[in-house]
């Protein structure tokens, strides 16, 4: 992992018709978002796309142009609707066939006699592309140029993100810290506001949920890379909270 003074960022692409139906629940994209943040990558955006090829390369062009990194999520697995490989190759422009790494992995897990047609379509890998290790069922993702390019089943994708952590270019880790404020957020959101103008180089969200005892409360969260910055704007997000608290208490 080769740490950068720069802001690294990354796009997130989920590919699959069973997501937009809702009838697959997703549960990648708040893994990557996590994992990246932690080692220093922002995730700036994501999207859903389905399993057609000009939408695939559409939206994988745009997200490589704008980000770091592009991370895909479904669209390589055996059956005639993965087409994630076809439109990545298309979208680089470079022809797409069996790769003999890929082969080889499939043929010492299932067996030579086992390569059936559905199989190697797992094995089809656009040319120059990396293989990323797949140790959960061995049918490998790759990475090629900006985009990398992972299943969509939980398990395989982890594997997968963990095999390629180490060969990312990353920033400043982002730092945060989270306080209750122990008010509604329309308590704190005027206030709140002003700690933010005069705290430029940190962002400061406000996250509303209902307590177990039905009572209304607010998370905030106080974003920074810098520790000084962060500090010092934590300072006076819990003394404004102090202050909403005494004039709650006053108005008793």
């Known amino acids: 992992m080769t740490r950068t003074s720069e802001a690294v960022t990354a796009g997130i692409m989920v590919i699959g018709d069973e997501i937009l139906s809702g009838r697959t629940k997703d549960r990648n994209i708040g893994y990557i978002a996590e994992y990246l943040t932690a080692i220093g990558i922002d995730v700036s955006e994501v999207r859903v796309v389905p399993d057609i090829e000009e939408e695939i390369v559409a939206a994988l062009n745009a997200l490589r142009a704008r980000y770091t990194y592009v991370f895909t999520t479904g669209g390589i697995g055996p059956t005639h609707d993965d087409i994630t490989a076809d439109a990545v190759a298309k979208a680089f422009g470079v022809t797409i066939d069996i790769d003999p790494r ?3 992995l499939l043929a010492a897990h299932v067996g030579e006699a086992n390569l059936n047609e559905a199989r190697l379509r797992m094995a089809r890998i656009p040319a120059g592309a990396e293989l990323v290790a797949n ?3 061995k049918a490998p993702g790759f990475w090629i140029g900006n985009v990398i390019v992972m299943a969509g089943v939980p398990t395989i ?4 993100l963990d095999d390629v ?3 990312l270019r990353t920033g400043k880790v982002m730092l945060s810290q989270t306080l209750p404020a122990n008010a509604r957020e329309g308590d704190v959101g005027g ?6 103008k005069a705290h430029p180089g ?3 969200g406000s996250y509303p949920f209902i307590e177990e005892s039905g009572r209304p409360n607010t998370n905030l969260v106080v974003r920074s890379r810098d520790p000084d910055h962060l500090a010092a704007a934590v300072a006076d997000v819990r003394r404004m909270i102090e202050e909403v608290a005494a004039a709650r208490a006053a108005g008793a």
Request: charged letters at 10%; zero cysteines.
């Open 202 to 204: 940190v962002t400061i």
């Open 135 to 137: 140790p959960v069922s």
């Open 165 to 167: 952590a180490p060969k």
């Open 102 to 104: 890929a082969r080889a």
């Open 191 to 196: 206030p709140l506001a002003l700690i933010a």
């Open 157 to 160: 994708m982890q594997a997968m």
